[in-house]
């Protein structure tokens, strides 16, 4: 038990340092453009809004499943 409660903070770590890069990369100018890329459907009408973001969530399944294999080798 001592053991999974040392993983979650380590996780919790690297989960709170991910998003700190996430906010820093956010602010600056240019930025990360996730959230606008290629692929992205957006449809906006007089009084409706629709924002799907495939590319997006593709993306960031990609990085977590690569962050959370290479947790698991070690």
Do not use: C, H, Q, W
């Amino acid at each position: 038990m001592e053991e999974f409660g040392k993983s979650l903070i380590v996780m919790g770590f690297f989960l709170a340092l991910i998003g700190a890069i996430f906010i820093a990369v956010s602010r600056m100018p240019g930025g990360l453009p996730v959230g606008r890329l290629p692929g992205d459907i957006y449809i906006k009408r007089d009084n409706f809004v629709f924002y799907f973001p495939i590319t997006t969530s593709i993306l960031l399944s990609v990085i977590f499943s690569l962050v959370l294999y290479l947790f698991s080798r070690r």
